[in-house]
């Protein structure tokens, strides 16, 4: 069964760049969509972006200037890292698998998430 | 951006009910939505895609309808393992957005 594994340092300076990485465990890098979601302290899920396993990539536009995710197939790992970070990038992380089930796309397996706090 | 908008932001009810969710959304979206369940200090759970298709080991109970810009989750009798969040998530368009959340809480 696959399972997704964030790490990375849990405080990041600002103006400094935040690095995470997601390890895939238990199942392939192919066909899927790998993906990168947030969530503030008590509030929603914003969708940061997500890199195909071809390496074609796509972001928010609200943080487009900020985030690159990458993918490294022999380590299964992908990764983001989102430059310049502000206290309003303080989160939970989460990796998580996109998949497409007929034309319909979802995100059907997640990391546990990783707390990351912007702070001098 | 499709902007998506959950109704309501909180509800109680007990075990045995049946409870419905609305999410709404700023233009057609066909039928690209997607429902997740979180709990606290957990990641979201995906319920269902397409609007109406069961995710695999979901239970019957959850059941999905809509299309369009009008969505609807419901749950035909609420167990107490369903007390949680729901958000509703569209993948018409990038990016990617999602509902505010839904609470549902024991009465």
Redesign the interface.
């Known amino acids: 069964q696959v399972q997704l594994q964030e790490s990375g340092p849990g405080l990041v300076k600002p103006p400094e760049t935040l690095s995470l990485t997601c390890t895939v465990s238990g199942g392939s890098i192919g066909s899927f969509y790998w993906s990168w979601i947030r969530q503030p302290p008590g509030k929603g899920l914003e969708w940061i972006g997500f890199i195909y396993y071809t390496g074609s990539t796509y972001y928010n536009p609200s943080l487009k200037s900020r985030v690159t995710i990458s993918l490294d197939t022999s380590k299964k790992q992908f990764s983001l890292k989102l430059t310049s970070v502000t206290a309003a990038d303080t989160a939970v992380y989460y990796c998580a698998r996109g998949l497409e089930l007929g034309f319909y796309y979802s995100m059907d397996v997640w990391g546990q998430g990783t707390t990351v706090t912007v702070s001098s | 951006?499709i902007r998506m908008t959950q109704s309501p932001s909180s509800l109680s009810a007990s075990v045995g009910d049946r409870v419905t969710i609305t999410c709404r959304t700023s233009q057609d979206i066909k039928?690209?939505l997607?429902w997740?369940q979180q709990k606290p200090g957990?990641?979201?759970?995906?319920l269902i895609?397409?609007a109406s298709?069961l995710?695999s080991g979901v239970p019957s109970r959850f059941s999905g309808r809509g299309s369009g810009t009008d969505f609807t989750l419901t749950v035909s009798s609420l167990q107490p393992e369903d007390f949680a969040t729901y958000?509703c998530?569209q993948?018409y368009s990038?990016?990617?957005?999602?509902?505010?959340?839904t609470l549902l809480e024991i009465k």
């Open positions: 951006d039928t690209y997607n997740y957990k990641a979201p759970k995906l895609y397409g298709s995710q958000f998530q993948s990038i990016p990617r957005t999602f509902g505010q959340g």
